[in-house]
Protein backbone atom coordinates (compact mmCIF):
# COMPACT_ATOMS: atom_id res chain seq x y z
CA UNK A 1 0.00 0.00 0.00
CA UNK A 2 1.27 3.41 -0.93
CA UNK A 3 2.02 5.80 1.85
CA UNK A 4 -0.46 8.52 2.71
CA UNK A 5 0.20 11.96 2.45
CA UNK A 6 0.02 11.93 6.67
CA UNK A 7 2.38 9.19 7.07
CA UNK A 8 4.40 10.35 4.45
CA UNK A 9 5.16 13.69 6.40
CA UNK A 10 5.49 11.68 9.32
CA UNK A 11 8.33 9.41 7.87
CA UNK A 12 9.85 13.00 7.28
CA UNK A 13 10.03 14.46 10.84
CA UNK A 14 10.99 10.93 12.02
CA UNK A 15 13.64 10.54 9.85
CA UNK A 16 15.35 14.03 10.86
CA UNK A 17 14.48 12.76 14.68
CA UNK A 18 16.63 9.70 13.98
CA UNK A 19 19.87 11.89 14.02
CA UNK A 20 19.43 12.93 17.38
CA UNK A 21 21.51 11.38 20.48
CA UNK A 22 19.51 10.97 23.62
CA UNK A 23 20.52 9.68 26.71
CA UNK A 24 18.59 6.62 28.48
CA UNK A 25 20.55 7.86 31.86
CA UNK A 26 17.31 9.43 33.79
CA UNK A 27 14.95 6.75 33.04
CA UNK A 28 17.72 3.79 33.73
CA UNK A 29 17.95 5.94 37.12
CA UNK A 30 14.66 6.10 37.42
CA UNK A 31 13.54 2.10 37.08
CA UNK A 32 16.57 0.76 38.83
CA UNK A 33 17.98 -0.88 36.26
CA UNK A 34 21.77 0.50 35.42
CA UNK A 35 22.38 -1.09 32.33
CA UNK A 36 20.00 -3.39 32.25
CA UNK A 37 17.19 -3.06 30.08
CA UNK A 38 14.73 -6.04 31.23
CA UNK A 39 13.49 -7.00 34.52
CA UNK A 40 11.91 -10.37 35.25
CA UNK A 41 9.17 -10.54 37.90
CA UNK A 42 5.92 -11.68 37.59
CA UNK A 43 4.97 -15.08 36.88
CA UNK A 44 6.13 -15.35 32.80
CA UNK A 45 3.91 -14.50 30.44
CA UNK A 46 1.12 -17.34 29.11
CA UNK A 47 -1.01 -17.17 26.12
CA UNK A 48 -3.90 -16.55 28.14
CA UNK A 49 -2.52 -13.26 30.00
CA UNK A 50 -1.93 -11.02 26.94
CA UNK A 51 -4.41 -8.18 26.89
CA UNK A 52 -0.48 -4.92 26.62
CA UNK A 53 13.56 10.76 21.21
CA UNK A 54 11.57 13.49 21.17
CA UNK A 55 11.73 16.66 23.84
CA UNK A 56 8.70 17.31 25.21
CA UNK A 57 8.61 20.23 23.25
CA UNK A 58 8.42 18.33 20.20
CA UNK A 59 10.67 20.91 18.54
CA UNK A 60 12.38 18.17 16.50
CA UNK A 61 9.25 17.85 14.56
CA UNK A 62 9.26 20.32 11.74
CA UNK A 63 6.58 19.24 9.90
CA UNK A 64 3.01 21.04 9.99
CA UNK A 65 0.51 19.69 12.03
CA UNK A 66 -2.42 17.92 10.24
CA UNK A 67 -5.86 19.36 11.39
CA UNK A 68 -6.92 16.67 13.85
CA UNK A 69 -8.73 13.76 12.88
CA UNK A 70 -12.14 12.90 13.60
CA UNK A 71 -12.56 9.04 15.34
CA UNK A 72 -14.47 6.77 13.17
CA UNK A 73 -18.00 7.96 14.14
CA UNK A 74 -17.83 11.78 13.03
CA UNK A 75 -21.27 12.33 14.87
CA UNK A 76 -20.03 11.16 18.12
CA UNK A 77 -17.81 14.08 18.18
CA UNK A 78 -20.63 16.92 17.86
CA UNK A 79 -22.65 15.27 20.80
CA UNK A 80 -24.05 16.94 23.52
CA UNK A 81 -21.95 16.59 26.71
CA UNK A 82 -24.14 15.21 29.24
CA UNK A 83 -25.23 18.18 31.40
CA UNK A 84 -25.15 18.78 34.20
CA UNK A 85 -21.37 17.95 34.68
CA UNK A 86 -20.51 15.89 37.39
CA UNK A 87 -18.42 16.29 40.04
CA UNK A 88 -14.29 16.27 39.77
CA UNK A 89 -14.26 12.45 41.57
CA UNK A 90 -16.77 11.21 39.84
CA UNK A 91 -15.30 12.93 36.38
CA UNK A 92 -12.08 10.92 37.54
CA UNK A 93 -13.66 7.65 38.32
CA UNK A 94 -14.58 7.73 34.31
CA UNK A 95 -11.30 7.62 33.37
CA UNK A 96 -10.80 4.41 35.08
CA UNK A 97 -11.08 0.68 33.53
CA UNK A 98 -10.81 -2.02 35.73
CA UNK A 99 -10.13 -5.56 36.58
CA UNK A 100 -11.91 -7.66 39.40
CA UNK A 101 -12.27 -10.93 40.34
CA UNK A 102 -15.97 -12.96 40.54
CA UNK A 103 -18.10 -14.75 38.57
CA UNK A 104 -21.38 -13.16 39.48
CA UNK A 105 -21.27 -9.38 41.81
CA UNK A 106 -24.21 -8.21 44.29
CA UNK A 107 -24.66 -4.62 45.95
CA UNK A 108 -21.76 -5.84 48.47
CA UNK A 109 -18.92 -6.42 46.19
CA UNK A 110 -16.44 -3.57 45.64
CA UNK A 111 -16.68 -3.41 42.33
CA UNK A 112 -20.23 -2.94 42.05
CA UNK A 113 -19.76 0.19 44.67
CA UNK A 114 -16.88 1.29 42.51
CA UNK A 115 -19.53 1.80 39.76
CA UNK A 116 -22.37 2.69 41.44
CA UNK A 117 -20.61 5.16 44.08
CA UNK A 118 -17.49 6.42 42.21
CA UNK A 119 -18.57 6.60 38.91
CA UNK A 120 -16.14 3.88 37.83
CA UNK A 121 -16.48 4.34 33.97
CA UNK A 122 -15.65 0.46 33.00
CA UNK A 123 -14.30 -2.66 33.35
CA UNK A 124 -11.70 -5.09 31.94
CA UNK A 125 -13.38 -8.95 31.65
CA UNK A 126 -10.59 -11.89 31.90
CA UNK A 127 -10.93 -15.73 32.14
CA UNK A 128 -7.55 -16.29 34.05
CA UNK A 129 -6.32 -15.37 37.06
CA UNK A 130 -3.06 -14.65 36.50
CA UNK A 131 -1.70 -14.07 40.89
CA UNK A 132 -3.61 -18.01 41.60
CA UNK A 133 -2.62 -18.91 38.49
CA UNK A 134 -6.90 -20.02 38.46
CA UNK A 135 -8.50 -21.00 35.05
CA UNK A 136 -11.71 -19.38 36.87
CA UNK A 137 -11.79 -15.37 37.00
CA UNK A 138 -15.26 -13.74 35.05
CA UNK A 139 -16.16 -16.28 32.84
CA UNK A 140 -17.49 -19.73 32.95
CA UNK A 141 -20.55 -19.62 30.35
CA UNK A 142 -22.30 -17.69 28.14
CA UNK A 143 -25.10 -17.46 30.32
CA UNK A 144 -23.08 -16.92 33.71
CA UNK A 145 -20.96 -14.12 31.73
CA UNK A 146 -24.10 -12.38 29.99
CA UNK A 147 -25.77 -11.97 33.94
CA UNK A 148 -22.75 -10.76 34.84
CA UNK A 149 -22.19 -8.45 32.46
CA UNK A 150 -25.79 -7.11 33.05
CA UNK A 151 -25.87 -6.50 36.93
CA UNK A 152 -22.67 -4.38 36.32
CA UNK A 153 -24.44 -2.27 33.61
CA UNK A 154 -27.50 -2.01 36.22
CA UNK A 155 -25.16 -0.60 39.16
CA UNK A 156 -24.63 2.88 37.08
CA UNK A 157 -26.18 5.23 39.25
CA UNK A 158 -29.40 6.92 37.93
CA UNK A 159 -28.10 9.64 35.04
CA UNK A 160 -24.91 8.00 35.33
CA UNK A 161 -22.93 7.38 32.11
CA UNK A 162 -22.94 4.08 30.90
CA UNK A 163 -20.69 1.47 31.67
CA UNK A 164 -17.61 0.56 29.42
CA UNK A 165 -17.46 -3.07 29.12
CA UNK A 166 -14.09 -4.01 27.63
CA UNK A 167 -12.43 -7.46 27.11
CA UNK A 168 -9.32 -9.05 25.35
CA UNK A 169 -11.03 -10.85 22.47
CA UNK A 170 -8.08 -10.87 19.33
CA UNK A 171 -9.08 -14.15 18.58
CA UNK A 172 -6.77 -17.45 18.07
CA UNK A 173 -4.65 -17.67 21.78
CA UNK A 174 -5.71 -14.34 22.91
CA UNK A 175 -9.55 -14.75 23.19
CA UNK A 176 -11.16 -14.51 26.98
CA UNK A 177 -14.71 -16.32 25.28
CA UNK A 178 -13.62 -19.71 23.78
CA UNK A 179 -14.63 -22.89 23.00
CA UNK A 180 -13.64 -24.07 26.75
CA UNK A 181 -16.54 -21.80 27.98
CA UNK A 182 -19.16 -22.93 25.42
CA UNK A 183 -18.13 -19.57 22.61
CA UNK A 184 -18.07 -20.19 18.96
CA UNK A 185 -13.86 -20.57 17.87
CA UNK A 186 -11.98 -17.39 16.57
CA UNK A 187 -8.86 -17.73 14.29
CA UNK A 188 -5.73 -15.45 15.27
CA UNK A 189 -4.20 -12.70 13.45
CA UNK A 190 -1.49 -14.84 12.01
CA UNK A 191 -4.28 -17.02 10.29
CA UNK A 192 -5.94 -13.93 9.41
CA UNK A 193 -3.26 -12.37 7.72
CA UNK A 194 -1.50 -15.25 5.86
CA UNK A 195 -4.88 -15.55 4.23
CA UNK A 196 -5.16 -11.92 3.49
CA UNK A 197 -9.01 -12.06 2.50
CA UNK A 198 -9.93 -8.59 3.89
CA UNK A 199 -14.05 -9.79 2.92
CA UNK A 200 -13.47 -13.43 5.37
CA UNK A 201 -11.67 -11.45 8.42
CA UNK A 202 -14.75 -9.02 8.33
CA UNK A 203 -16.93 -12.17 7.83
CA UNK A 204 -15.13 -13.63 10.93
CA UNK A 205 -15.10 -10.32 12.56
CA UNK A 206 -18.56 -9.75 12.40
CA UNK A 207 -19.35 -13.43 13.77
CA UNK A 208 -17.00 -12.16 16.85
CA UNK A 209 -18.56 -8.94 17.62
CA UNK A 210 -22.19 -10.50 17.50
CA UNK A 211 -20.98 -12.76 20.33
CA UNK A 212 -19.12 -9.60 22.65
CA UNK A 213 -22.69 -7.76 21.83
CA UNK A 214 -25.18 -11.14 23.09
CA UNK A 215 -23.20 -10.67 26.01
CA UNK A 216 -23.55 -7.21 26.71
CA UNK A 217 -19.61 -6.73 25.87
CA UNK A 218 -19.21 -3.18 24.27
CA UNK A 219 -15.31 -2.59 24.25
CA UNK A 220 -13.15 -4.77 22.46
CA UNK A 221 -8.90 -4.15 23.25
CA UNK A 222 -8.11 -5.29 19.74
CA UNK A 223 -7.12 -5.44 17.22
CA UNK A 224 -3.56 -5.75 17.14
CA UNK A 225 -1.87 -3.55 14.68
CA UNK A 226 1.61 -4.25 16.03
CA UNK A 227 3.85 -5.46 12.48
CA UNK A 228 5.63 -8.87 13.11
CA UNK A 229 9.16 -7.26 12.87
CA UNK A 230 10.22 -10.17 15.35
CA UNK A 231 8.45 -13.61 15.22
CA UNK A 232 10.20 -14.23 18.04
CA UNK A 233 9.03 -11.62 20.08
CA UNK A 234 7.57 -13.91 23.15
CA UNK A 235 4.37 -11.45 23.91
CA UNK A 236 3.18 -10.75 19.93
CA UNK A 237 5.03 -12.75 17.40
CA UNK A 238 5.18 -16.23 19.49
CA UNK A 239 1.30 -15.67 20.25
CA UNK A 240 0.35 -15.01 16.27
CA UNK A 241 -1.16 -11.79 17.43
CA UNK A 242 0.25 -9.77 14.71
CA UNK A 243 -1.52 -9.64 11.06
CA UNK A 244 2.03 -9.63 9.52
CA UNK A 245 5.30 -7.92 9.14
CA UNK A 246 3.44 -5.68 6.35
CA UNK A 247 2.06 -2.38 7.36
CA UNK A 248 -0.14 -2.82 4.42
CA UNK A 249 -1.42 -5.96 5.43
CA UNK A 250 -1.68 -5.34 8.94
CA UNK A 251 -3.46 -2.18 7.59
CA UNK A 252 -6.46 -3.57 5.51
CA UNK A 253 -6.75 -6.39 7.84
CA UNK A 254 -7.42 -4.32 10.66
CA UNK A 255 -9.47 -2.40 8.95
CA UNK A 256 -11.45 -5.27 7.70
CA UNK A 257 -11.64 -6.35 11.66
CA UNK A 258 -12.91 -2.92 12.74
CA UNK A 259 -15.52 -2.94 10.25
CA UNK A 260 -16.88 -6.80 11.04
CA UNK A 261 -16.69 -5.26 15.28
CA UNK A 262 -18.97 -2.09 14.55
CA UNK A 263 -21.96 -4.05 12.87
CA UNK A 264 -22.49 -5.52 16.41
CA UNK A 265 -21.96 -1.40 17.62
CA UNK A 266 -18.65 -2.77 19.31
CA UNK A 267 -15.63 -0.21 19.80
CA UNK A 268 -12.28 -1.61 19.27
CA UNK A 269 -8.76 -0.64 20.25
CA UNK A 270 -5.60 0.04 18.19
CA UNK A 271 -2.47 -1.63 20.35
CA UNK A 272 -0.41 -1.75 21.20
CA UNK A 273 1.06 2.39 20.03
CA UNK A 274 3.44 3.69 18.68
CA UNK A 275 4.37 -0.02 17.84
CA UNK A 276 5.18 -3.61 19.82
CA UNK A 277 6.25 -6.07 16.94
CA UNK A 278 10.11 -5.52 17.25
CA UNK A 279 10.53 -5.64 20.82
CA UNK A 280 12.29 -8.91 22.54
CA UNK A 281 10.76 -8.88 26.02
CA UNK A 282 7.65 -8.69 27.72
CA UNK A 283 6.02 -5.46 29.15
CA UNK A 284 3.94 -7.52 31.49
CA UNK A 285 6.77 -8.42 32.95
CA UNK A 286 9.88 -5.47 33.26
CA UNK A 287 10.90 -2.74 31.38
CA UNK A 288 11.63 -3.20 27.18
CA UNK A 289 14.02 -0.89 25.27
CA UNK A 290 13.25 -1.06 22.08
CA UNK A 291 15.59 1.55 20.94
CA UNK A 292 17.54 -0.54 18.52
CA UNK A 293 15.01 -2.71 17.16
CA UNK A 294 12.11 0.28 17.05
CA UNK A 295 11.41 2.39 13.30
CA UNK A 296 9.09 4.66 12.23
CA UNK A 297 7.23 2.01 9.73
CA UNK A 298 5.65 0.68 13.01
CA UNK A 299 4.18 3.84 12.92
CA UNK A 300 2.34 3.03 9.71
CA UNK A 301 -0.85 1.22 10.46
CA UNK A 302 -1.57 3.68 13.15
CA UNK A 303 -1.39 6.70 11.04
CA UNK A 304 -2.93 5.26 8.06
CA UNK A 305 -6.28 3.66 10.48
CA UNK A 306 -6.44 7.33 11.72
CA UNK A 307 -6.30 8.84 8.73
CA UNK A 308 -9.47 7.14 7.63
CA UNK A 309 -11.73 7.88 10.74
CA UNK A 310 -11.62 4.20 11.80
CA UNK A 311 -9.97 4.46 15.31
CA UNK A 312 -12.05 4.22 17.84
CA UNK A 313 -9.54 4.13 20.94
CA UNK A 314 -5.89 3.75 20.42
CA UNK A 315 -4.19 1.94 23.69
CA UNK A 316 -0.14 2.58 24.43
CA UNK A 317 2.70 -0.11 24.55
CA UNK A 318 5.03 0.21 27.65
CA UNK A 319 7.88 0.16 25.65
CA UNK A 320 11.14 2.66 25.85
CA UNK A 321 12.58 3.92 23.01
CA UNK A 322 15.22 6.45 23.61
CA UNK A 323 14.81 7.84 19.77
CA UNK A 324 11.22 8.90 20.83
CA UNK A 325 11.81 10.18 24.36
CA UNK A 326 14.73 10.04 26.68
CA UNK A 327 13.19 9.19 30.02
CA UNK A 328 9.85 7.71 30.01
CA UNK A 329 8.08 4.84 28.49
CA UNK A 330 5.53 5.19 25.78
CA UNK A 331 2.74 5.28 28.15
CA UNK A 332 4.15 7.86 30.11
CA UNK A 333 5.65 10.37 27.13
CA UNK A 334 4.46 13.30 26.70
CA UNK A 335 6.39 13.50 23.59
CA UNK A 336 4.87 9.99 22.20
CA UNK A 337 1.22 10.45 23.24
CA UNK A 338 0.85 14.29 22.58
CA UNK A 339 3.70 14.84 20.21
CA UNK A 340 3.09 12.20 18.17
CA UNK A 341 0.15 10.37 18.29
CA UNK A 342 -2.05 13.44 19.15
CA UNK A 343 0.22 16.22 17.31
CA UNK A 344 1.82 14.16 14.18
CA UNK A 345 -1.07 11.81 13.36
CA UNK A 346 -3.52 14.00 14.26
CA UNK A 347 -5.50 11.66 16.53
CA UNK A 348 -8.11 13.78 18.69
CA UNK A 349 -10.03 10.24 20.05
CA UNK A 350 -9.80 8.31 23.46
CA UNK A 351 -6.48 7.12 24.28
CA UNK A 352 -6.04 4.18 26.35
CA UNK A 353 -3.44 3.07 28.71
CA UNK A 354 -2.00 -0.63 29.01
CA UNK A 355 -1.91 -2.27 32.35
CA UNK A 356 -0.44 0.08 34.76
CA UNK A 357 0.23 -2.89 37.12
CA UNK A 358 2.31 -4.65 34.70
CA UNK A 359 5.53 -4.74 35.60
CA UNK A 360 7.55 -2.29 32.95
CA UNK A 361 5.66 0.60 34.96
CA UNK A 362 5.32 -0.97 38.37
CA UNK A 363 8.40 -1.66 38.90
CA UNK A 364 10.03 1.26 37.19
CA UNK A 365 7.57 4.31 38.53
CA UNK A 366 5.75 4.49 41.66
CA UNK A 367 2.01 4.41 41.60
CA UNK A 368 0.89 8.02 42.02
CA UNK A 369 4.00 9.26 40.06
CA UNK A 370 2.82 6.85 37.11
CA UNK A 371 -0.89 8.22 36.97
CA UNK A 372 0.66 11.74 36.76
CA UNK A 373 2.83 11.19 34.03
CA UNK A 374 0.20 9.32 32.07
CA UNK A 375 -2.52 11.77 32.37
CA UNK A 376 -0.08 14.50 31.21
CA UNK A 377 1.04 12.55 28.50
CA UNK A 378 -2.11 12.51 26.78
CA UNK A 379 -3.95 9.55 27.89
CA UNK A 380 -7.69 9.18 28.74
CA UNK A 381 -8.41 6.42 30.55
CA UNK A 382 -6.10 4.19 33.11
CA UNK A 383 -6.21 0.31 32.53
CA UNK A 384 -5.94 -1.33 36.14
CA UNK A 385 -6.27 -4.65 35.39
CA UNK A 386 -6.14 -6.49 38.96
CA UNK A 387 -3.93 -9.08 37.14
CA UNK A 388 -0.27 -8.21 37.75
CA UNK A 389 -1.37 -8.11 41.48
CA UNK A 390 -4.92 -7.35 42.81
CA UNK A 391 -4.81 -4.54 44.69
CA UNK A 392 -8.69 -3.98 46.80
CA UNK A 393 -9.74 -0.59 46.80
CA UNK A 394 -7.34 0.85 43.78
CA UNK A 395 -10.27 3.07 42.40
CA UNK A 396 -10.96 4.98 45.32
CA UNK A 397 -6.88 5.25 45.60
CA UNK A 398 -6.26 6.25 42.23
CA UNK A 399 -9.43 8.93 42.31
CA UNK A 400 -7.78 9.87 45.42
CA UNK A 401 -4.08 10.25 44.13
CA UNK A 402 -5.45 11.79 40.92
CA UNK A 403 -7.64 14.44 42.78
CA UNK A 404 -5.03 15.02 45.01
CA UNK A 405 -2.29 16.03 41.57
CA UNK A 406 -5.09 18.50 40.57
CA UNK A 407 -5.29 19.98 43.86
CA UNK A 408 -1.45 20.63 44.16
CA UNK A 409 -1.29 21.98 40.46
CA UNK A 410 0.16 18.27 38.81
CA UNK A 411 -2.59 18.39 36.67
CA UNK A 412 -5.22 20.45 35.60
CA UNK A 413 -9.22 20.16 35.89
CA UNK A 414 -8.84 21.17 32.04
CA UNK A 415 -6.78 18.34 31.70
CA UNK A 416 -9.52 15.94 33.40
CA UNK A 417 -12.18 17.39 31.26
CA UNK A 418 -10.73 16.93 27.87
CA UNK A 419 -10.62 12.98 28.97
CA UNK A 420 -13.85 13.25 30.18
CA UNK A 421 -15.11 14.63 27.12
CA UNK A 422 -13.65 12.09 24.74
CA UNK A 423 -14.83 9.15 27.26
CA UNK A 424 -18.15 10.53 27.07
CA UNK A 425 -17.87 10.94 23.02
CA UNK A 426 -16.99 7.55 23.16
CA UNK A 427 -19.89 6.48 25.29
CA UNK A 428 -22.38 7.42 23.02
CA UNK A 429 -21.34 4.86 20.08
CA UNK A 430 -21.09 1.97 22.66
CA UNK A 431 -24.18 -0.43 22.22
Known sequence: MAQDDGYARLAQGMAKMADHRWTRRR???????????????????????????????????????PTPSPTSSPTAQSSPSPSPKPDLRTRIGQMLLVGFRGLTVDDQSLIVQDIRDRGLGGVVLFDFDTPTNSPVRNVQSPAQLKALVAALKSAVAAGGSPLLVSIDEEGGRVARLDERHGFPATESAAALGARND??????RSAVMGATLASMGINLNLAPVVDLNVNPTNPIIGALDRSFSADPAIVTA???????????????????????????????????????????????????????????????????????????????????????????????????????????????????????????????????????????????????????????????????????????????????
Open 198 to 203: PAYTRQ
Open 253 to 431: QALAFIAGQHESRIQTALKHFPGHGSSTGDTHLGVVDVTSTWTDVELQPFASIVAQRKADTILTAHVFNANLDPDYPATLSRATVTGILRGRLGYDGVVISDDLQMGAIRKAFGYPEAVALAIDAGVDILTIANQQVVEEGIVARTIEIIAGHVGSGRLTEERIDESWARIQALKARVG
Open 27 to 65: FLRASGLGAVAFLAGCAAATVRRPGPSVPPSATAFTTPS
